[in-house]
């Protein structure tokens, strides 16, 4: 007895079917000569057919790159703002420092400026004094034989010494260098001495004493007339 096979699947068919078991295919047209085919029967369980999944257009892919896209910008995005404004802050405080450094720059070239008037000042008062100290040695080194007041007659005011070892200063003021002798000690009219009066200044009396214009203070002498 030949045997029948589907003619959609190729599976073996069993005798009097009018569907093939595997696919469901119509196999009524299979059954052999002179034979009537058998009314077919409504199978228990009938294989589903295939169905293939619809195919995808790309739409989905399209809406998901996208979508990755977006976030892609978004985290791009976000992360230069974050970048940028850290940038812009530092610049900001780069700025803020360099200023405060100028500024103090500025101070310190004031506070130089300061130093080197008063350096220059001292240096010229420096040179004065050294000035004043070898004009007083030029007096020292003359030659007087002994201290003598120096009178100019015809009843003028004079300055009377009125005590020991007073200075006849340079100036009218203690900072002035005073009279002395060659070895640095005081040279000072005596007690009682009788000096050519000719000014006042202030609390010193303005004399000529060897030749010499000296100031002496009121303190230690009194003007007789």
Not at 84 to 101: G, P, R, Y
Not at 163 to 168: A, D, E, K, T
Not at 201 to 209: D, I, K, L, S
Request: with cysteine.
């Amino acid at each position: 007895m030949a045997q029948n096979h589907c003619t959609h699947c190729g599976s073996l068919l069993p005798e009097n079917v009018a569907f093939c078991p595997s696919c469901g295919h119509d196999v009524s047209y299979n059954a052999p000569a002179g034979q009537q085919p058998v009314q077919p029967q409504q199978p228990r369980y009938q294989q589903p057919r295939y169905q293939p999944y619809p195919q995808d257009n790309g739409n989905s892919k399209a809406i998901l790159y996208a979508i990755i896209a977006v976030l892609l910008v978004l985290i791009i995005g976000g992360v230069a703002y974050w970048y940028i404004s850290n940038e812009n802050k530092k610049q900001e405080q780069v700025e803020q420092l360099q200023q405060q450094l100028e500024e103090q720059q500025k101070e310190m070239q004031e506070q130089k400026k300061d130093i080197v008037e008063k350096n220059e000042q001292l240096q010229k008062e420096t040179a004065e004094a050294k000035e004043a100290a070898k004009n007083a040695k030029v007096i020292v080194k003359e030659s007087v034989p002994s201290h003598r007041a120096v009178s100019a007659g015809g009843g003028a005011p004079k300055v009377v010494i009125n005590g020991q070892g007073v200075r006849l200063r340079f100036g009218p003021g203690l900072s002035y260098g005073y009279l002395t002798w060659s070895n640095g000690q005081t040279r000072a009219p005596a007690k009682g001495a009788r000096l050519e009066y000719t000014g006042d200044a202030g609390e010193w009396y303005q004399v000529r004493y060897l030749g010499h214009t000296f100031y002496v203070s009121k303190e230690f002498s009194y003007l007789e007339y």
